[in-house]
């Protein structure tokens, strides 16, 4: 994680009196994969729109590979893609008809429109018009679309939503592919386990600002309760503190008699974290 | 501005409007009510020359022949020899507008200085053609009886109400100039309905959004305002083939398409904009027609007042003059330069209006 592919100074996004971006400050290493996470309409995607250059900040500034985006959006658009929110393809072309729409715009080779159906399974659906498609079918050609000018920097707004299990995971895998390849990755999700299983840092926000920003694993460590479950041979659970002496010495006793069927760590999940933080479940 | 990505978006809404049925109606309405016009309104432009049908009996052949040639083409005039009886009937009945009978052979009487009786036949309120035969009946006697005639007469047929009152209608025709009419519809259905659904639906659809990450708006509105162009180019060109009419100056004619289109489009793509979908556009769509095609169809009628005012201060106003002009190969409306300049005027104030407001809007995103 050399220099900040994604620097974020104070930045504002209001409209009128809703402040969607309430002076957010983060920066993303290359090669990184940054989440954002908050409940519903905590400025994520408004986040994201700023900063892919779609909507003009109220005031802070924000960087994409050492370039404002603001005043030097050209220089930026090449560099990037998104995955939309919203399932934004052209209904009545064929699947391979929008890449290779697309991949004339970006300049990209013909060839990469095969590479990238393969890629998300949709080979044999390519002929039809989008709008036979599925909604998971829409999202891997959604997540191909973004992959065809090689971005250097992938925003990925909500991007395993509508996606069965299976395909979430190959996504997820897909997702932590391009970040070894040095790819700079910064997705929004509302699923905790995947945030945490991908993300190298991730950042709260809650009504435009942020809450927290570290590690899944810190910010599980931090808020997590520090004490384990210990379940014995009778079926009896006993709950020890990781930090009592006291508790140190049953747990010794009961290791020693062969009590112990399980013991079940209390770290936090990042949804506790979330719930904490955000005041509200998902 | 990218020219390539320009044409890369332009090629593919041409190949993505024809397959919006919102988008194959818009085109052919216009096309259908030119064609309704063409075949059911009274075809030849107005001819001016009189017409008269003169029916003469046998003996007095020499007259008719006489007539004929002292006429020349001041009279539409046809010749029928019928005996004494039937002439007269034949005037009777309406069938013809002038009947001359003779008692004698006239040429040997005129010529041996008899003083042969010509008897002639004129319907009571006959037109304008039987009087103008009738009176140069006496004329033709004298020039067969060997006297010169004092003066040579040219009749001219001279139209009433003022210089060039209505010269379009009287040029093309009523139903030419409404094929004309059309065509400025169709150029109006395509610039402030087609152009903006496209960009409607691309707004509506949020694909937008996907081609500004790369593309730019200026781009997006070129290669829709190219879509526009081509699409009246295409659709205009089979009106005038179903219609087989076709502008005696072409260049002046596709001129006029053309940047009538551009002055539009400019608008329709600023209107379409306040839209946030397409189909709010379809329903509201129809009332910015009205001022488009008014002017148009008035333009022909020369209207004096506000209405003149209306037509020489609007791009579809003096785009029909143009379009009068071109179909015609006269010109009927002058100040041409006065026309292509308004358009011209339109064409800016519609697209600088247009980048101001997606400068605008671009800060509130
Ligand atoms: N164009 C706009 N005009 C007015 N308010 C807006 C606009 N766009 C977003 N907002 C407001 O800004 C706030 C943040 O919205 P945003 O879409 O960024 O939320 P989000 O975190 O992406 O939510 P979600 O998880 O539901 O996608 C919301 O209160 C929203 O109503
Ligand atoms: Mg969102």
């Known amino acids: ?282 | 501005m990218n020219l390539r990505r320009m044409l890369t978006i332009f090629y593919k809404d041409a190949r993505d409007a024809i397959r919006d049925g919102r988008v194959l109606v818009a085109i052919a309405v216009p096309l259908a009510i030119g064609l309704f016009y063409n075949a059911t309104a009274d075809g030849d432009p107005e001819d001016l020359t009189p017409t008269a049908d003169v029916a003469y009996t046998a003996q007095s052949a020499a007259l008719a022949e006489a007539l004929r040639e002292s006429l020349g083409g001041a009279v539409d005039a046809g010749f029928k020899e019928a005996g004494a009886g039937e002439v007269r009937a034949l005037v009777e009945q309406g069938e013809a507008d002038v009947g001359i009978i003779a008692a004698d052979d006239l040429l040997p009487a005129l010529e041996g200085g008899g003083r042969p009786e010509v008897r002639v036949l004129l319907p009571e309120g006959g037109g304008a053609g039987g009087e103008l035969v009738a009176s140069a009946i006496d004329p033709a006697l004298r020039a067969l009886a060997g006297q010169p005639a004092p003066a040579a007469v040219q009749v001219e047929p001279v139209p009433v109400g003022g210089e060039d009152s209505a010269d379009a209608l009287a040029v093309l025709g009523f139903d030419t100039y409404m094929v004309l009419a059309s065509v400025v519809f169709l150029v109006g259905m395509i610039a402030v309905f087609v152009v903006p659904i496209l960009l409607a639906e691309e707004t509506e659809k949020k694909t937008l959004d996907a081609l500004v990450m790369i593309s730019s708006y200026p781009e997006v509105i070129g290669a829709k305002t190219l879509v526009g162009v081509l699409y009246t180019v295409i659709s205009v060109t089979l009106l005038l083939g179903m219609t087989q009419l076709r502008p005696e100056n072409l260049p002046l004619f596709a001129g006029t398409v053309v940047l009538m289109s551009l002055a539009l489009v400019g608008f329709g793509l600023l209107f379409g904009g306040f839209f946030r979908n397409a189909n709010q556009l379809n329903t509201w769509g129809g009332f910015l027609l009205i001022p488009v095609v008014a002017p148009a169809l008035a333009a022909g009628f020369e209207p004096a007042g506000w209405m003149g005012a209306l037509v020489a201060a609007t791009p579809t106003g003096q785009g029909m003059r143009l379009a009068v002009n071109g179909m015609s190969g006269e010109e009927v409306f002058s100040d041409p330069a006065l026309s292509f300049l308004v358009m011209a005027a339109w064409c800016a104030a519609g697209f600088g209006a247009l980048l101001l407001n997606l400068r605008y809007r671009q800060g509130r995103s």
């Open chain 1, 1 to 282: 994680m050399s220099r900040a592919m994604v620097e974020v100074e104070g930045l504002r996004k209001h409209y009128g009196p809703v402040r969607a971006v309430d002076g957010i400050s983060f920066s993303v290493g290359a090669g990184e994969v940054f989440g954002l996470l908050g409940h519903n309409g905590a400025g994520k995607s408004t986040t994201i729109r700023m900063l892919t250059g779609r909507s003009r900040p109220t005031g802070g500034s924000a960087r994409i590979a050492g370039h404002d985006v603001v005043s030097e959006p050209e220089e930026i658009k090449p560099l990037i893609n998104l995955v939309f929110e919203d399932q934004n393809l052209y209904e009545r072309f064929s699947g391979r008809d929008n890449l290779a729409f697309f991949a004339r715009l970006y300049e990209a080779p013909a060839s990469r429109v095969d590479e990238l159906l393969e890629l998300v399974g949709l080979t044999g659906a390519a002929g039809r018009k989008v709008k036979t498609y599925s909604t998971g079918m829409k999202q891997r050609l959604l997540i191909a679309r973004a992959l065809i000018n090689r971005p250097r920097i992938l925003f990925l707004d909500e991007p395993t939503r509508g996606l069965d299990p299976t395909s979430a995971r190959e996504l997820r895998n897909l997702i932590a592919d391009l970040s070894r390849r040095g790819t700079t990755v910064l997705l929004t999700t509302h699923y905790m386990e995947e945030a945490d299983e991908l993300c190298d840092r991730v950042a709260f926000l809650s009504a435009g600002r942020i809450v927290a920003l570290d590690t899944p694993r810190e910010l599980k460590l931090k808020r997590g309760e520090r004490a384990a479950t210990v379940i014995l041979r009778s079926r009896e659970e006993k709950t020890i503190r990781l930090d009592d002496p006291a508790d140190a010495t049953r747990l010794q006793g009961w290791m020693v008699k062969g009590d112990i069927v399980a013991i079940h760590s209390r770290e936090g999940t990042l949804e506790d974290v979330f719930v904490e933080l955000a005041g509200r479940p998902l």
